[in-house]
């Protein structure tokens, strides 16, 4: 039998608590140790990605070579070059450049043929652990 068919006069009131506070203390603290966990992990994981991904700007100097400046990339980093202007994008057609590192302070890009000072790249760096 149900608590209102045990109580038919009383109307609709909440059927009592059989959990007491020292129960509902006791799950608060269960999930505050989880989420304190899960804060504690995601902060490992952002310290572990931190700085093996960076992104910039850069526009090509007139000639074959563009230094750029970039404490943040290492000796096994991987950078990746994105023209953003038409002019970068029809200077890269049916041409090649290579990167080459200087570790901690910038990479080089060095093209197959002059550019015109004009072409603008944006850049990712994505350095393995």
Same mark, same amino acid.
């Given at each position: ?23 509902? @203390? ?6 505050? +140790?989880?989420?304190? +966990?899960?804060? #504690? #992990? ?7 990605? +931190? ?12 000639? =074959?070579? =563009?230094?750029? $400046?970039?404490?943040? @990339? #290492? ?12 002019? $970068?994008? =029809?200077?890269? $057609? ?6 080459? /590192? /200087? ?8 093209? =197959? ?17």
């Amino acid at each position: 039998m149900s608590w209102m068919e045990n109580n038919p006069n009383q109307g609709y009131q909440t059927p009592p608590q059989t959990a007491g506070v020292t129960d509902v @203390v006791t799950q608060l603290q269960g999930v505050v +140790s989880q989420l304190s +966990s899960l804060v #504690k #992990k995601v902060a490992n994981l952002v310290a572990a990605i +931190s700085g093996r991904v960076l992104s910039g700007n850069f526009t090509a100097t007139a000639g =074959t070579t =563009t230094v750029v $400046a970039q404490p943040g @990339v #290492k000796a096994n980093s991987i950078v990746t070059l994105t023209p953003t202007n038409s002019a $970068a994008a =029809t200077f890269l $057609a049916g041409k090649s450049y290579f990167i080459t /590192i /200087i570790p901690s302070t910038s990479f080089t890009v060095t093209f =197959t043929s002059g550019a015109g000072g004009t072409e603008t790249f944006s850049y990712t760096i994505n350095t393995p652990t």
